[in-house]
């Protein structure tokens, strides 16, 4: 078995690698992605092995690249799309949501648009405005869109393999302040064998409280639960990957042992996973409930300028304080 440490850079860019190899129709198409190998070096020497046909450097035009993508898609292409950053997704915005999201169900199922966006997403990096927003509720609100993001190498280099195979359009979340965190990765693993891309995952069992987070904040949420371990506390994280749909078969299970939940994630709290985290958690455990339903996310404001990001960012301190407030009812 080839296990090798990776980061979650690295794992994409294997993963990428590997399903450029097992279908000559996946095509990786956005700016810089080529010669330069993306601003994040994502997709690092794959132009070079594959040529330019295959991976392909477009104009600055995010609506341009997704409108071209799903004639791609329409005639069966798998095209790959890299939005450089978050805050860039929303010039193609209208193609995603107006096409993308309604071409399978306008054909009456007769069309399919396997495609994936990949968008480098969340704060943390000291970056200008545009550069650290978490959109994900928009896309996860949008029927017609599946919406994923990993938070460790292994799941990076799996899930995006996943993703491209997939018939389905699929907005690929990668939590870009984690991109140089390592970890073990099976190479080797048959994707058939390989947990299912929209199934969360318990990555740290606990007695107390659930703790339910993805993308960059399951790291926070894993320092916060050893953190908690030390007062005697014993928090169970939850790793939710997918987004849209959601799977909170695990949540329900340990909420209804824990009574207690914390939702965490870098979006504003308005309006976000959030609230129909807690809805849907209050819905189907509400006599389990020894508190209700609480969460730790960015400020109900635009993302802040590099030098105050960490005091808008949730971390440890924070989702501990929600932790002990969950003890006070």
């Not at 990428?16 to 992605?33: C, F, Q, S, T």
């Not at 190479?187 to 069992?205: E, G, I, K, M, T």
């Not at 309006?271 to 958690?281: H, K, N, Q, Y």
Request: glycine residues 8%.
């Amino acid at each position: 078995m080839a296990t090798e440490t990776l980061t979650i850079g690295k794992a994409l860019n294997t993963g990428l690698r590997r399903a450029l190899e097992n279908d000559p129709k996946v095509i990786i198409m956005g700016e810089d992605v080529g010669k330069l190998g993306g601003v994040f070096r994502i997709t690092d020497g794959l132009q070079k092995d594959f040529g330019d046909q295959r991976v392909i450097d477009t104009p600055l035009a995010e609506s341009g690249i997704i409108g071209t993508a799903v004639g791609l898609a329409i005639r069966g292409y798998r095209p790959v799309c890299e939005i450089q950053f978050d805050g860039f997704v929303y010039p193609a915005y209208d193609q995603i949501v107006s096409q993308v999201a309604k071409m399978h169900y306008r054909s009456r199922g007769k069309l399919s648009i396997p495609m994936v966006i990949r968008i480098p997403f969340g704060g943390g990096i000291g970056a200008v405005e545009h550069h650290s927003e978490s959109p994900e509720a928009y896309f996860a609100h949008t029927a017609g869109l599946k919406v994923v993001s990993c938070a460790n190498p292994q799941d990076a280099y799996v899930m995006i393999q996943q993703a491209i195979a997939s018939d389905d359009p699929i907005v690929f979340l990668e939590p870009k302040r984690r991109y140089w965190e390592k970890g073990q990765v099976d190479l080797d693993a048959p994707l058939s064998d390989a947990y299912p891309l929209h199934s969360a995952r318990v990555v740290r069992p606990g007695t107390d409280v659930t703790v339910l987070a993805y993308g960059p904040m399951v790291r926070t949420c894993l320092e916060a639960a050893t953190a908690a371990a030390e007062d005697g506390r014993e928090l169970e994280v939850i790793d939710l990957r997918s987004l849209s749909p959601l799977d909170l078969s695990a949540a329900y299970e340990s909420v209804k042992r824990t009574g207690r939940a914390v939702v965490v994630h870098e979006a504003p709290s308005n309006i976000g996973l959030g609230a129909e985290l807690a809805a849907r958690i209050t819905e189907e455990c509400f006599y389990s409930l020894e508190s209700p339903v609480l969460r730790v996310t960015g400020f109900d404001t635009p993302y802040p300028a590099a030098r105050v990001e960490e005091e808008y960012l949730p971390d440890l301190d924070r989702v501990l304080d929600a932790v002990d407030r969950t003890f006070g009812w």
